[in-house]
């Protein structure tokens, strides 16, 4: 659970990090956008790194972590991008998603 936890926390900072400056921030110069991204992409790692080795050492597989990783991604992806750019859902980016699910599933099968 902890390593869910700390993945899912540093994805909503990747996202932030990534996305951020698409909504209101594009007026910004390209370089001070960076140098923000950088900050907030610090604490994505703080989180991340941790996540991994816990997960790793409580029996998780590269794989594994990859995919979970990935899989949270796209969820957290899809709130920001719905709650915060205003872009609407389509049938692809639900058909992706359950892709994305079956993949984890295939993983953690018989585990």
Do not use: D
Request: glycine share 10%; net charge positive.
């Amino acid at each position: 659970m902890t390593t869910f936890l700390l993945l899912a926390a540093s994805n909503i900072f990747m996202t932030i990090a990534w996305y951020w400056h698409l909504k209101g921030g594009m007026h910004k110069p390209l370089l001070t956008v960076i140098v923000i991204s950088w900050g907030i992409a610090f604490v994505e790692y703080c989180l991340a790194v941790p996540a991994n080795r816990i997960g790793f050492a409580s029996g998780w597989s590269a794989g594994q972590l990859k995919v979970m990783q990935e899989a949270i991604a796209l969820v957290v992806f899809g709130v920001f991008m719905v709650t915060v750019l205003g872009e609407p859902v389509s049938w692809r980016h639900l058909g992706a998603f359950v892709c994305i699910m079956a993949a984890v599933g295939f993983l953690f099968v018989g585990k």
